[in-house]
């Protein structure tokens, strides 16, 4: 099924019966015009807060590589995991439950424009909504796709997220002894607000 309006107001309002559906059919070429969907909508949003149009182009193509970058590394953890592999299963997981709040995302921008007090209730009530949605949208695609329980998804996304974490620190402590350059900048940032106070 191509990506029609129908489907992203349904992707809106009933995204339960949708992601299932979608789940299923597993289109990379559709999971592809999503993604860049999603973050041509983040986008427009943030250039309209920020007033700077060069944004876009910037925004779309970070947001595109970032997203394919995790999209992998995801992939590859649920590929050890459940020994299924399945690349379009997981970008699908990634870019269709996020549509509410890219499209959230650049209502809220408009209405900023209006009236920053409503628009902040407004984000408040849009994005808990839709980060609700597509948090448990993105468990909700694994679980078709992989044939994986919940709690088993939340390991591998807490392992995603600890193998990154142990990537930085590593990488941040190699280039500390490699140049030193990291801990005196520390101690300069440290030092001058106590030698200020004395």
Do not use: C
Not at 18 to 24: D, G, N
Not at 146 to 161: E, I, N, Q, R, Y
């Amino acid at each position: 099924m191509p990506i029609t309006f129908q489907r992203l107001k349904e992707l809106l309002i009933a995204p339960h019966e949708l992601l299932p559906r979608i789940a299923r059919e597993r289109n990379i070429n559709e999971a592809m015009v999503m993604l860049a969907l999603n973050w041509i909508l983040f986008s427009v949003a943030f250039s309209l807060l920020s007033g700077n149009y060069s944004l876009i182009p910037v925004t779309i193509v970070f947001g595109i590589l970032g997203t394919l970058v995790f999209t992998f590394f995801f992939y590859l953890a649920l590929t050890v995991i459940s020994g299924k592999r399945d690349f379009a299963g997981v970008l699908v997981a990634l870019t269709y439950p996020f549509f509410g709040i890219a499209s959230s995302s650049l209502v809220v921008s408009l209405f900023f424009l209006w009236s920053e007090v409503f628009a902040t209730v407004l984000a408040i009530v849009l994005f808990m909504l839709y980060f609700t949605v597509a948090l448990t949208g993105v468990y909700r695609v694994i679980r078709e796709t992989h044939k994986l329980d919940v709690v088993t998804v939340w390991v591998v996304s807490s392992l995603l997220l600890l193998a990154a974490f142990g990537s930085i620190y590593l990488v941040t402590g190699m280039y500390t002894l490699k140049t030193g350059t990291l801990l005196s900048s520390l101690q300069q940032l440290f030092s001058t607000p106590l030698s200020s106070l004395s």
